[in-house]
């Protein structure tokens, strides 16, 4: 028979080993609410060495060069199974997945960066304003934070700036910061060719907002209101050929293309929806920032 003190003993331990592995293995990925975030969709040329790899609506792009190739944003966990049949449906290899790129550090584009940069060993670059997000598995987000990791924590090989450009083979991306979403939120533009012509694309990242708060009621983001105003005015100058971003939804990549369809850059050359967007996107800011 177990003396009390034995008894105590046994459930100290058993309460240290229950804190121990869930400090291990803090990462809970909230429940998934839109059906299309995980439904898969079949890969596509964009243009150029450009490809679509993500899943119905969480956009990742899959840029290929001689030197290995650069993914920009997951999707959710489980999205890492969709992807990567996706890049090999396409024929090429996802150990060749060299350079990891994400638009904003929250789960449903940074759900299988961790597996991911396990499985490839591919280098991980992140905007400053949302490194410490990366790092913690999105503990410390202004607006979705708390004690529970809501994606898998990546370490984080460089960090990138504003301006800062990202090279692979002759491959160059510029980074611009476009914070306010998160932090770090950023936005991608480089050159892609074809046979006919090269393509400015922007990859971007649509300045919404999460928060249901006051900018002002934001402790933990002072300069929210002002990052807004900075990216949205910053976007709205922007020049580019091809308009992709985060979400599939935001640049209608349903209506522009159909699975199947053979490769169509101009599907893609849609200035007229992005400042369309841009506008709708600033009315929103500054209702918010005019409410009381
Ligand atoms: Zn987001």
Same mark, same amino acid.
């Given at each position: 028979?177990?003396?009390?003190?034995?008894?105590?003993?046994?459930?100290?331990?058993?309460?240290?080993?229950?804190?121990?592995?869930?400090?291990? #293995?803090?990462?809970?990925?909230?429940?998934?609410?839109?059906?299309?975030?995980?439904?898969?969709?079949?890969?596509?040329?964009?243009?150029? /060495?450009?490809?679509? @790899? =993500?899943?119905?609506?969480?956009?990742?792009?899959?840029?290929?060069?001689?030197? =290995?190739? $650069?993914? $920009?944003?997951? =999707?959710?966990?489980?999205?890492?199974?969709?992807?990567?049949?996706?890049?090999?449906?396409?024929?090429?290899?996802?150990?060749?997945?060299?350079?990891?790129?994400?638009? #904003?550090?929250?789960?449903?584009?940074?759900?299988?960066?961790?597996?991911?940069?396990?499985?490839?060993?591919?280098?991980?670059?992140?905007?400053? =304003?949302?490194?410490?997000? @990366?790092?913690?598995?999105?503990?410390?987000?202004?607006?979705?934070?708390? /004690?529970?990791?809501?994606?898998?924590?990546?370490?984080?090989?460089?960090?990138?700036? /504003?301006?800062?450009?990202?090279?692979?083979?002759?491959?160059? %991306?510029?980074?611009?910061?476009?914070?306010?979403?998160?932090?770090?939120?950023?936005?991608? %533009?480089?050159?892609?060719?074809?046979?006919?012509?090269?393509?400015?694309?922007?990859?971007?990242?649509?300045?919404?907002?999460?928060?249901?708060?006051?900018?002002?009621?934001?402790?933990?983001?002072?300069?929210?209101?002002?990052?807004?105003?900075?990216? $949205?005015?910053?976007?709205?100058? %922007?020049?580019?050929? $091809?308009?992709?971003?985060?979400?599939?939804? #935001?640049?209608?990549?349903?209506?522009?293309?159909?699975?199947?369809?053979?490769?169509?850059?101009?599907?893609?050359?849609?200035?007229?929806?992005?400042?369309?967007?841009?506008?709708?996107?600033?009315?929103?800011?500054?209702?918010? %920032? /005019?409410?009381?």
């Amino acid at each position: 028979m177990l003396t009390l003190t034995l008894k105590r003993a046994l459930l100290f331990v058993s309460l240290l080993l229950v804190n121990f592995l869930a400090s291990a #293995q803090e990462v809970i990925e909230p429940a998934n609410t839109h059906p299309e975030w995980s439904r898969p969709y079949p890969p596509f040329k964009i243009a150029g /060495n450009l490809y679509y @790899v =993500g899943t119905y609506d969480l956009a990742c792009y899959l840029i290929v060069t001689p030197k =290995g190739n $650069i993914l $920009i944003n997951t =999707g959710l966990a489980a999205s890492l199974s969709t992807i990567k049949a996706s890049i090999e449906t396409l024929g090429f290899k996802f150990s060749a997945t060299k350079i990891l790129l994400t638009t #904003q550090a929250h789960h449903d584009h940074m759900g299988a960066m961790a597996a991911i940069k396990k499985l490839t060993g591919a280098k991980m670059m992140v905007d400053e =304003g949302d490194s410490s997000v @990366v790092a913690d598995g999105g503990r410390s987000d202004y607006a979705f934070g708390g /004690n529970i990791s809501k994606y898998a924590p990546v370490k984080i090989d460089r960090i990138l700036h /504003n301006g800062d450009t990202i090279k692979l083979g002759s491959m160059k %991306l510029v980074m611009l910061h476009h914070p306010g979403h998160t932090k770090g939120s950023c936005s991608f %533009l480089f050159d892609v060719k074809d046979k006919e012509r090269s393509y400015r694309v922007l990859v971007a990242n649509m300045p919404t907002i999460v928060t249901d708060k006051k900018f002002s009621g934001i402790p933990a983001y002072p300069g929210i209101a002002s990052d807004y105003e900075y990216t $949205i005015a910053a976007m709205k100058k %922007l020049r580019f050929d $091809i308009w992709l971003a985060s979400h599939a939804s #935001q640049f209608e990549l349903q209506r522009k293309h159909k699975p199947g369809d053979a490769c169509n850059p101009a599907a893609f050359m849609d200035r007229k929806g992005y400042d369309a967007q841009m506008n709708d996107l600033q009315v929103q800011f500054l209702k918010k %920032l /005019n409410s009381k």
